[in-house]
């Protein structure tokens, strides 16, 4: 039941444009799901800010310690005043100096060893935070959201583009945690104290070592402005690198054919380059940034050594807890202000990811169960379409004035030449789709006011183009009842007349099949999938020309079989051959989405019209019945 003709109404890329801020807001929320673990993180991080203050704090102690002892002894010439120490811990008094020294080293040596173990335990609680927990359950949102969208949404967007979506653009969510807001929280946490503390020391070597600042923080506003479009287009167009790369995989086989290998290989090349000649320029862009910012911190330790250096010569600042410190807490400061870059640059990327992942999460679900809809786990199987019309677009309609009756347990075949509307009348009764007018009941009951999960379970579908999974015959044959045994499972495969080459497969029903069922033939595909729909046991079976793609004695071998499976239930046949066409109990020939001809096999052949045009072309030049057919007025093809 092909889709294909669907516009692309409820595409991705056409969805309205969400602001930057209403993204970070909805950003928030999510990682508020992890409060727990975050703040696990967040406190981690400052007992690691506080022991590698308090380890500078020792060296600078230590220092000044070693200065006074000296002068103390006449060795300097100086005149050095007793060390500083903070929180009224003072050294001891009565200890030689060498081990007072060996204290200050040891406490030194102690908060090393505490910040080796806290780092370690920092970068764990983080993995555990965004990728086994924030990952793990995003990319299972979405997953769940794909499978409750309409085939509307899968005809309107790529494969390319969804896939990358639930792989890298949920990386990018990821980013926004742990490289953007526990950064920007553990940055701004950080400069506070590291300012504090500078403040503490020297008031005016602060502001004067702080003036270029204001500057970076102009810089990384103008960068940030200008490198997001430039990571928008960097994911359009891996989105079409993978489309390409997966189209050119499954239509290998034709490309071969139409030896077309080196224009596909050209292709994928061009687009490849195109990749890389777009994130080559935003590389280029952010090389420049980052030194940039690098650079306007070196000025800031300049301005320490010049001015910081003449307060210590003035009197006005100790060495070691004066200078020393406060050169420590700069390149600290210097160091998180290096970060800017990094953080803009993470906070464009994974603006740009998280807004392609709310865009499916946000993407509407067209067909849903009514709240108050009852279980029925069993139909009977009568269809009613009333007035029945339906539009992709809501405009352009597709079906219009469908009005038919299938009592349960007959079977209606469907004819029509290609773009008549046939598969989209079959994909409605599943609710594949809703229909734009009209409705449609089964067992007297609008279809809108059942339970979808019923609805599908009484319905057995063979589509179009049959597709298998990579699993075991036995487990593609019972993929939608898994409770069945094997028993169950060989009694389908007989009845689509799949049983004798199974049985000729390696490992009969325990073979595993390639991708797509690639190892069987397109008739041995059909059977499998006919043997999947019968496995049900449904009062509704919809056929889609089930035999397409099997030759004329394996058809009259399935049809053998599907008289007995089709034998009271309701069966919608799709169906282009006279000898599958004449099992119906009722024919309908469809034109431009609406059906122009109803009736018998025997009736629509003594009607002047489009059945009996096809009729005449399969039976005249096979069987020379061209005398024992009505002349058609009409003339022409269907």
């Known amino acids: 039941m092909s889709t294909a003709s669907a516009p692309s109404d409820p595409s991705l890329a056409a969805a309205p444009a969400v602001s930057n801020l209403r993204l970070i807001s909805r950003l928030l929320r999510l990682a508020w799901r992890y409060r727990a673990d975050s703040l696990k993180v967040l406190g981690l991080q400052l007992l690691l800010l506080t022991l590698g203050l308090s380890g500078?704090?020792?060296t600078g102690l230590g220092?000044?310690?070693?200065?006074?002892?000296?002068?103390?002894?006449?060795?300097?010439?100086?005149?050095?005043?007793?060390?500083?120490?903070?929180?009224?811990?003072?050294?001891?008094?009565?200890?030689?100096?060498?081990?007072?020294v060996l204290l200050l080293a040891g406490g030194i040596l102690g908060f090393a060893l505490l910040r080796?173990?806290?780092?370690?335990?920092?970068?764990?609680?983080?993995?555990?935070?965004?990728?086994?927990?924030?990952?793990v359950d995003l990319r299972g949102e979405i997953y769940e959201k794909l499978q409750r969208l309409s085939f509307r949404f899968f005809d309107a967007n790529t494969t390319g583009s969804i896939i990358t979506r639930v792989t890298g653009d949920v990386q990018s969510v990821r980013m926004f945690v742990d490289q953007v807001l526990i950064q920007i929280i553990i940055m701004g946490v950080s400069l506070t104290i590291y300012i504090a503390y500078m403040l503490s020391l020297s008031p005016a070597l602060t502001l004067a070592c702080l003036a270029t600042t204001p500057i970076i923080w102009i810089l990384s506003t103008v960068f940030s402005r200008h490198i997001q479009p430039r990571y928008a287009e960097s994911r359009l167009l891996i989105d079409k690198l993978i489309q390409?790369?997966?189209?050119?995989?499954?239509?290998?086989?034709?490309?071969?054919?139409?030896?077309?290998?080196?224009?596909?290989?050209?292709?994928?090349?061009?687009?490849n380059q195109r990749v890389y000649d777009q994130q080559r320029g935003i590389f280029w862009r952010v090389s420049l940034f980052s030194p940039t910012i690098g650079f306007l911190t070196r000025v800031n330790i300049m301005i320490l050594l010049g001015y910081g250096g003449w307060l210590v010569a003035q009197g006005q600042l100790p060495l070691g807890t004066g200078l020393v410190v406060f050169a420590g807490l700069l390149e600290q400061f210097s160091g998180?202000?290096?970060?800017?870059?990094?953080?803009?640059?993470?906070?464009?990327?994974?603006?740009?990811?998280?807004?392609?992942?709310?865009?499916?999460?946000?993407?509407?679900?067209?067909?849903?169960?009514?709240?108050?809809?009852?279980?029925?786990?069993?139909?009977?199987?009568?269809?009613?379409f009333e007035n029945m019309?339906?539009?992709?677009?809501?405009?352009?309609?597709?079906?219009?004035?469908?009005?038919?009756?299938?009592?349960?347990?007959?079977?209606?075949a469907i004819l029509g030449s290609t773009g008549a509307g046939k598969s989209v009348l079959m994909s409605l009764i599943p609710r594949f789709f809703d229909p734009t007018s009209g409705r449609?009941?089964?067992?007297?009951?609008?279809?809108?006011?059942?339970?979808?999960?019923?609805?599908?379970?009484?319905?057995?579908?063979?589509?179009?183009?049959?597709?298998?999974?990579?699993?075991?015959?036995?487990?593609?044959?019972?993929?939608?009842?898994?409770?069945?045994?094997?028993?169950?499972?060989?009694?389908?495969?007989?009845?689509?007349?799949?049983?004798?080459?199974?049985?000729?497969?390696?490992?009969?029903?325990?073979?595993?099949?390639?991708?797509?069922?690639?190892?069987?033939?397109?008739?041995?595909?059909?059977?499998?999938?006919?043997?999947?729909?019968?496995?049900l046991e449904p009062p509704i079976l919809l056929l889609d020309d089930p035999t397409a793609a099997i030759d004329s004695e394996t058809e009259h071998e399935i049809f053998a079989a599907l008289d007995r499976a089709m034998a009271g239930r309701t069966t919608f046949l799709v169906?282009?051959?006279?000898?599958?066409?004449?099992?119906?109990?009722?024919?309908?020939?469809?034109?431009?989405?609406?059906?122009?001809?109803?009736?018998?096999?025997?009736?629509?052949?003594?009607t002047p019209g489009a059945y009996r045009r096809v009729a005449r072309l399969q039976l005249v030049d096979a069987a020379g019945l061209e005398d024992d057919l009505p002349d058609d007025e009409t003339g022409g093809t269907a």
């Open 56 to 58: 500078l704090s020792l």
């Open 63 to 100: 220092i000044d310690y070693i200065r006074y002892t000296l002068a103390s002894r006449g060795q300097l010439a100086e005149t050095v005043p007793p060390p500083h120490t903070s929180f009224g811990v003072g050294l001891p008094t009565d200890w030689s100096a060498m081990h007072v």
């Open 116 to 135: 080796a173990f806290l780092n370690f335990t920092y970068t764990i609680a983080v993995n555990r935070l965004v990728q086994q927990k924030l990952v």
């Open 244 to 271: 390409h790369f997966a189209e050119s995989i499954q239509g290998m086989q034709v490309i071969k054919a139409f030896g077309r290998e080196a224009h596909d290989r050209a292709a994928f090349e061009a687009k």
């Open 336 to 384: 998180q202000i290096n970060q800017v870059a990094n953080i803009v640059n993470s906070a464009q990327q994974s603006l740009i990811g998280a807004r392609r992942v709310f865009e499916i999460l946000d993407a509407p679900i067209e067909v849903t169960s009514s709240a108050s809809a009852p279980r029925r786990p069993r139909f009977t199987g009568r269809v009613q």
């Open 389 to 412: 019309g339906f539009a992709y677009d809501g405009i352009d309609p597709v079906l219009r004035d469908i009005d038919l009756d299938v009592p349960a347990g007959s079977c209606v």
């Open 440 to 535: 449609i009941l089964i067992d007297g009951t609008d279809l809108r006011n059942l339970h979808l999960e019923d609805v599908r379970r009484n319905i057995g579908i063979v589509f179009q183009e049959s597709f298998l999974f990579s699993n075991t015959v036995a487990a593609n044959i019972s993929f939608g009842h898994p409770e069945a045994t094997r028993a169950q499972v060989e009694h389908a495969a007989r009845i689509a007349a799949a049983h004798d080459f199974i049985s000729a497969l390696p490992q009969g029903y325990d073979t595993v099949l390639g991708e797509s069922g690639n190892t069987l033939s397109g008739g041995q595909r059909q059977r499998l999938a006919i043997a999947r729909a019968v496995l």
């Open 575 to 606: 169906a282009h051959r006279l000898s599958t066409l004449r099992r119906a109990n009722q024919i309908i020939v469809m034109e431009a989405g609406r059906i122009v001809q109803r009736g018998t096999h025997a009736e629509l052949l003594r």
